[in-house]
């Protein structure tokens, strides 16, 4: 979704934001534009719809000098994408300019009153209210930058973090945030802001990762200052490390960050393991568990809160609680958990899932939760984001920066980090044998070599691919553990080929969708031998019987299924609970090579933001 960007030191601004914007534009945008201010104090602004390159073109014309600037791509939301609508925008007479990540409730209200005092818009964006009503209280109330800002955004209802300069200040930068991510990078003489770290990246390892309710001014050659919005009083500030590579942010020889991701899948899964199997795989160690055991111990329920992928690990993890914690537990879309009064109260714990950390719902999900005396775990992958900071506890998964849109590495990490939940919480309140956390322990920690193994397949899917590119709907089925993998395999499809595809337990499809199946419409079946394997061939039956092709992914020599369906991909045996991180494996592949045959931009699907920052 939207990414800021901002500078203000020595160096030409121009160049330090287009990197930077180029380093966001995974998130997912429309329009993308910058916003300069020269030493002689004018403000330059350029702006244009798509890409960031179409506004390297538009900017190519100049003038580009100015080391302090802002600049932003947009992920429309209030008024289509457009080179009107894209941000920065300015105020009326053109003395502020400000870009903004997500979205002013009440602006309808904050305009009316703007009208009546002869204030002219030109977008049908909320974020041109914000900048308008800046310059209309610093002109009535004859105050600061500062103070104006501040003014108004007491007065805006909604999310925000925004970055704004004044054409008579090349000297002042400021920002603030509220349930919008915003990183200030320290450099030495020079100042970094973004929505991410990744722009930081190379520049500088030292960031503060602004608090909602905060707002900063970045003047040149000045230490970084941090207040209150509410009460105006000087905030801590907290320098943290940033462990942030560029060579984690480049494709790395890949064609597509996407591919590379699928490819790092077992090293990544390494990183996410690494310390957290102990004594001969006879125990799990995570120290969010360790450190909590009374809450585990004594919970009476456990809800998985998540969106879209990460709600699909938590599919996988319920099963996993369930198992192997002998607990009930829940799973909810975190947009409806938050609407819907959820009953809890101090014997609860709710575990959040997300990638970016920064989801708006699961982050609402999580605050309802702690309001209602729930202890909330937070399963992030991006350290320092919001969630895992408005978490009582939690454990990284360490997979690294995700970059392609399509989730793939932080699916198989969640469901890693899930897995060692699952067996360390219930070896602590005595639910599971120790027999079963040895051999499912050890298979975890083989994990990243059966992986490597699983991505052998890679030649043939990508064969498969062809005969499957033009069809217009695909039907994934799964059962047990596999019925998460069948609609995280629908999604991936849907996502970068922008094919019709539907995830469904496979046994229910006679209830329903089996009216769908014809000789154009394959099935992706998975059926690994596992406990529900027999039932599964008879699913399969149903659907050859009635002209659909079917793909299974089928465990590694199992015959029978190759005798019935059209195609088999084979994986590598392990325990039932662990198919789903080896099952993804091809469902990755196919999804990706589909998407490429098609000439899809598989990175940056159309429409999708990589982190979903309003609701
Ligand atoms: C799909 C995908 C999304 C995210 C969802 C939640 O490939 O990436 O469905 O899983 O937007 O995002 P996070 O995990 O960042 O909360």
Redesign the pocket.
Known sequence: MCGIVGYIGSQRAYDILIQGLKRLEYRGYDSAGVALVDDAGHLTVHKSMGKVANLEQVAAAGPLDGSLGIAHTRWATHGEPSDLNAHPHVSQSGMIALVHNGTIENYAVLKKVLIEHGYEFKSETDTEVLVQLIEYIKLTSSCSLLDAVREALLQVEGAYAIAVVEQNDPDNLIVARKSSPLVIGVGDGETFIASDATPIVGYTDKVIYLKDNEIALLRRNEPVQILSLTDNKPSTINIQKLRLSLAQLEKGGYDTFMLKEIFEQPSTLRDCLRGRIVDKANRVVLSGVELNKDKFLNAERITLV???????AALIGKRLIQDFCKMPVEVEY?SEFRYGNPVLNEKDIVI????????A??LAAIQLAREKGAFVYGI???VGAS?PRNTDSGTYIHVGP?IG????K??TG?VTVLTLLALSVGHLRGAIDQKTLHEVASALEKMPATIEKALKVDAEVQKLSRIFTYAHNFLYLGRGYNYPTAL?GA??LK?ISYIHAEGYPAAEMKHGPIALIDHEMPSVIIAPSDSLYDKIISNVQQVKSRGGAVVAIISKGNKAMSEIADFCIEIPEVPECLTPLVASIPLQLLAYYIAVNKGKDVDQPRN?????TVE
Request: aromatic fraction near 6%.
């Open positions: 998540a969106c879209g992928t990460s709600w699909h975190a959040s899932i997300s990638q970016s950390g920064e989801t719902d699961t992030c992958n991006v969630i995700e849109v399509a989730s793939t932080a699916f969640q995280e999604l991936k996502e999708l933001a990589k982190s979903v």
